[in-house]
């Protein structure tokens, strides 16, 4: 286990990834801000979904995840259309629209890290990615209803999906 201030000095450093996460959502186009593009990533990773899924999977409440759905709707980047078991759902998907919108901010948001990291080696981006996922892995693993510690290998990872190998613009 690392030292105490070993811990304290990663706090700091987490603390300071607002200016990188705010450096990122400077690049998104206007139309689509950093809820916006959660959805539309979402959506891409999971495949359709329920609003109510959508809410958990944001970790914000459904009236969060309600204005949205409705801006990304708006823009004709989802469609919203009638749950066969539950007339009163409604299933969230992606048009092509969302599909070329998720595109165009995955290509943002790559030109950021390219320009901000173009000193860094490709081995330094990938150590930097694994660490991350790692970390967050980790936070998954152990938080609530997650897995034991010391079990973060093989049914962490089944449970956690491929989300570690999915594009996320912000």
Request: aromatic share 2%.
């Amino acid at each position: 286990m690392a030292a105490r201030s070993s811990y304290e000095e990663l706090a700091r450093q987490l603390s300071a990834v607002g200016a990188v996460r705010r450096g990122l959502a400077r690049a998104l186009p206007a139309a689509c801000p950093a809820g916006s593009a959660a959805v539309l990533t979402l959506l891409d990773r999971h495949g359709e979904m329920r609003i109510s899924r959508l809410a958990e999977l944001l970790s914000v409440d459904m009236s969060v995840t309600s204005r949205h759905v409705a801006h990304v709707a708006e823009h004709g980047w989802i469609e919203r259309s009638p749950d066969p078991a539950d007339k009163r759902s409604r299933i969230l998907r992606l048009t092509p629209g969302g599909h070329a919108q998720l595109d165009e901010l995955t290509r943002r948001t790559t030109e950021v890290f390219a320009h901000n990291l173009q000193d860094w080696s490709d081995e330094d981006v990938g150590r930097l990615n694994a660490l991350l996922s790692r970390l967050r892995d980790s936070f998954a693993c152990r938080g609530a209803g997650g897995c034991a510690p010391g079990s973060h290998t093989g049914e962490c990872r089944n449970r956690l999906g491929d989300e570690a190998h999915t594009r996320t613009p912000v």
